[in-house]
C-alpha cells in the first residue's frame, strides 16, 4: 500500500465478517481536512482512493481489490474502536505583533492562553511555528525578525511543557503575507502562525 504520509491520511483496514460469514478485509479513505490518496495493490492489480469515506474489500491478496460501498454509520460502527483513538485534528492559530518586534499585541497575548490551552490537552503535540514580517524592512532583516518572532512563540510553548524536539520554527519573513499588496507595515502580516498536532 502507497500513499500519503500518516499525518495526512487515515487508512481503516478490517478483517470483518460479511453477509456470507466470508472474511473480508476493506480500506476507507477517512476525511482528513485536505485532498489526499492512498493506492492499495495486491497481486491481482491495484485501486486508489481519493475521496473521503471511498472504500474498497480485498477478497484475498490474488483478486484486485473491488469497490465497496459502506455508510457513514458503518464505518463508525466497525471501527468504533479505533476512531475513538484517533487523534485530534491540528489546529491554527494566528498571533500577531507589534511593529518591528518581539512582543506580541495586547490582543495576541490574550489568545496566547488558547494555544497553551490546545498545546495542553494532546498527549505528545507536534507544533510548527513559522513567523512572518510586514514589507517595512529589508529581506535579511525580515526573514531575521521573522525566526526571532517564531522563537519568542517558541519559548512560550516549552514554557507550557512541551519538549524542544516537538517544536520546529521556522521563518518566511515578508514573504507569503497574509494581506497581499498591501500597504508596507501592514499589521496583518506582521504574525505568527502555528499548527498544533
Request: with cysteine.
Amino acid at each position: 500500500m502507497s500513499g500519503a504520509s500518516r499525518r495526512t491520511v487515515a487508512v481503516l483496514a478490517l478483517f470483518a465478517l460479511g453477509a456470507c460469514a466470508q472474511p473480508k478485509n476493506y480500506v476507507v479513505l477517512l476525511d482528513e481536512g485536505r485532498p489526499t490518496s492512498v493506492t492499495v495493490t495486491t497481486a491481482g492489480g491495484a485501486a486508489t482512493l481519493d475521496r473521503p469515506g471511498q472504500a474498497v474489500s480485498l477478497p484475498d491478496r490474488n483478486n484486485a481489490p473491488q469497490s465497496a460501498r459502506l455508510s457513514d454509520q458503518e464505518v463508525r460502527t466497525l471501527w468504533a474502536e479505533a476512531l475513538a483513538h484517533e487523534p485530534p485534528a491540528p489546529v491554527s492559530f494566528i498571533l500577531y505583533f507589534v511593529l518591528d518586534s518581539t512582543a506580541l499585541t495586547p490582543e495576541s497575548r490574550a489568545s496566547l492562553t488558547q494555544v497553551l490551552a490546545a498545546v495542553r490537552t494532546r498527549p505528545a503535540p507536534e507544533v510548527a511555528i513559522v513567523g512572518y514580517t510586514d514589507r517595512s524592512g529589508t529581506n535579511d532583516y525580515n526573514f531575521e525578525l521573522g525566526l526571532r518572532r517564531a522563537q519568542a512563540v517558541r519559548r512560550e510553548i516549552e514554557a507550557a511543557g512541551v519538549p524542544a524536539t516537538l517544536i520546529s520554527v521556522a521563518s518566511y519573513g515578508q514573504a507569503n503575507p497574509l494581506i497581499p499588496n498591501a500597504r508596507e507595515f501592514e499589521p496583518r502580516n506582521r504574525r505568527v502562525e502555528l499548527t498544533v498536532r
